[in-house]
């Protein structure tokens, strides 16, 4: 008998965890295809106005990254259609530039932490009420 597929509402998490060292160094994101092509305007102006860009950028990496490992909603997409927001208090959020009939209501948490060279991240999709 086949496995079934997870419910449109289950719980999924997604994680990942990276070094800043690990990304492309470039005296100007806004020319580097790295960054061009995985990032939105708006996320390489909020990172090169931060104290520590390349750090800033890893963060977002890897929240983009976890935010790929966390269903089915996400399959196919490329990072740059995954935003990375800030709200008024300065928590990340996640916006996806193409939503899809496949995301419905969906909302996604996130949580951005560094330590070192080292950024991770977690996405979790938050159950919808019944």
């Given at each position: 008998?086949p496995?079934?597929a997870?419910?449109r509402d289950?719980?999924?998490?997604?994680?990942?965890?990276?070094?800043a060292?690990?990304?492309p160094s470039a005296?100007?994101?806004?020319?580097e295809p790295f960054?061009?092509?995985?990032?939105t305007?708006a996320?390489?102006?909020?990172c090169?106005?931060?104290p520590?860009?390349?750090m800033?950028?890893?963060?977002?990496w890897?929240?983009k990254?976890?935010?790929?490992?966390?269903g089915?909603?996400f399959?196919?997409?490329?990072?740059?259609?995954?935003?990375?927001?800030?709200d008024?208090r300065g928590r990340?959020?996640?916006r996806?530039?193409l939503p899809s009939?496949?995301t419905?209501?969906?909302r996604?948490?996130?949580?951005i932490?560094?330590?070192?060279?080292m950024?991770?991240?977690v996405?979790?999709?938050?159950?919808?009420?019944?």
């Open positions: 008998m496995a079934a997870p419910a289950a719980l999924a998490v997604g994680l990942d965890i990276e070094s060292d690990n990304l005296a100007n994101p806004w020319s960054y061009v092509d995985n990032f305007r996320e390489i102006a909020w090169l106005r931060q520590d860009p390349p800033s950028f890893c963060g977002l890897s929240a990254e976890a935010a790929l490992k966390c089915q909603e399959a196919g997409l490329r990072p740059i259609e995954i935003e990375i927001l800030r008024h990340a959020m996640l996806l530039l009939p496949a419905g209501t969906a996604w948490l996130l949580s932490s560094h330590a070192g060279r950024a991770m991240a996405c979790v999709k938050e159950r919808q009420p019944n």
